[in-house]
């Protein structure tokens, strides 16, 4: 009796969970599969964009240069936030200027511009100006952090409906789990009888695809909180660059090589320049195109380009600043590599589609 009332109550909870957060969950999950190959797409669908023509004997152009050429590309109301600088010989610079209204409702106001120009670092010939707000994966990114209604309101529903996910999961698998361990009862639970009526289908699709994809999209889930609850926000010293000292001519090009002497295997850089007077200039040095989590960064002082920190690699890391740094891996299942990815892809449309048939069973239950 006890055990029945304990079932019935996770079931009345299961229930009510998956009607209030059913339709986030079936967007992110939808979005996450979608997303989870950007990286890979991007290479196929924005080739001229990301590769030069040809690669010249010639060494690049100072960087400050091509900054200057980057700006004049975007205009006069653009400020430049961020550089991503490819090692790579075949590769464009990429330039970014973004400005956000974090108060705003909406996607269209939360973004008041973003904008990105590809440079050929050979020659500076501009490859591509983007409106960045309009480009298919950052409106798919955007979706998926917080449905296209900006940080405050989207990114509190994104936040809760996937606290109601977490629930969801334990008291699915509570529900699943087989009163006998006996060989009958066990292969209805994890078994999917694919020649069996609709009725019966859908309920395998709903109970035992879940119970597969439990552990990999708890994992997803308890990550995606971790960044919506800034758990993963690194603890900044407050460096400042001394203001009193003179610009230094050049000094892009003087911090980028200096970065370049300490990490010579570096994939790619991202160059963040200073949004402030006393500000830093801010570079991450990741020594991989495919995974986020192996990156050594840099502050320099805007002015002299002097190094003020150097921030320790990855394999220097505690425990606990390695699993924050792991943490966008492990969301996107980029930590193991493509078979990761596509993990990360199938247990995204398995939870895209449980919402679907958790309502297909209620609705049947409900039309006896």
């Known amino acids: 009796?006890?055990?029945?009332?304990?079932?019935?109550?996770?079931?009345?909870?299961?229930?009510?969970?998956?009607?209030?957060?059913?339709?986030?969950?079936?967007v992110l999950g939808l979005t996450g599969s979608i997303y989870a190959f950007s990286d890979e797409l991007k290479e196929l669908c924005y080739k001229q964009r990301l590769y030069v023509d040809t690669v010249p004997e010639a060494s690049r152009l100072p960087l400050n240069q091509l900054v200057r050429i980057a700006e004049q590309a975007?205009?006069?109301d653009r400020k430049i936030s961020r550089a991503e600088l490819s090692q790579k010989n075949d590769r464009t610079y990429m330039f970014r200027a973004m400005k956000l209204n974090r108060k705003a409702f909406g996607y269209w106001r939360y973004y008041v511009y973003y904008d990105k120009v590809y440079l050929n670092p050979y020659t500076g010939k501009v490859v591509?100006?983007?409106?960045?707000?309009?480009?298919f994966f950052t409106i798919i990114l955007a979706l998926h952090m917080n449905l296209l209604l900006g940080d405050q309101v989207g990114h509190f529903i994104v936040?809760?409906?996937?606290?109601?996910?977490?629930?969801?999961?334990?008291?699915?698998i509570i529900l699943w789990w087989p009163k006998k361990w006996k060989l009958k009862q066990l292969?209805?639970?994890?078994?999917i009888k694919w020649k069996a009526k609709f009725k019966r289908l859908n309920?395998?699709?709903?109970?035992?695809?879940?119970?597969?994809?439990?552990?990999?999209l708890i994992l997803i889930?308890?990550?995606?909180?971790?960044?919506?609850?800034?758990?993963?926000?690194?603890?900044?010293?407050?460096?400042?660059s001394d203001t009193t000292q003179q610009l230094t001519k050049m000094k892009d090009n003087i911090i980028l090589q200096q970065a370049l002497q300490r990490s010579p295997e570096t994939a790619y850089f991202l160059y963040n320049f200073p949004a402030a007077k006393s500000g830093t200039t801010d570079l991450s040095a990741y020594q991989s195109n495919t995974n986020l989590y192996d990156r050594v960064q840099y502050r320099f002082d805007q002015y002299s380009g002097k190094l003020l920190q150097q921030g320790p690699e990855f394999k220097d890391l505690t425990i606990t600043a390695k699993i924050i740094a792991l943490n966008?891996?492990?969301h996107t299942g980029s930590a193991v590599g493509l078979p990761g990815k596509f993990i990360a892809f199938l247990s995204s449309l398995i939870a895209a589609s449980l919402p679907v048939t958790g309502l297909l069973i209620w609705l049947n239950k409900k039309n006896r």
């Open 1 to 26: 009796m006890l055990h029945s009332n304990f079932k019935n109550a996770i079931r009345l909870l299961h229930l009510w969970l998956g009607l209030i957060s059913g339709l986030v969950v079936f």
């Open 74 to 76: 975007m205009g006069k």
């Open 128 to 135: 591509y100006i983007e409106n960045a707000k309009n480009e």
């Open 159 to 172: 936040r809760w409906a996937v606290v109601c996910f977490v629930l969801l999961s334990i008291s699915g």
């Open 187 to 191: 292969k209805k639970s994890f078994r």
């Open 203 to 216: 309920y395998d699709l709903h109970n035992v695809a879940g119970f597969y994809a439990f552990l990999v």
């Open 221 to 240: 889930a308890l990550t995606g909180l971790m960044w919506s609850f800034n758990l993963t926000t690194e603890k900044r010293s407050k460096l400042q």
């Open 328 to 330: 966008y891996d492990l």
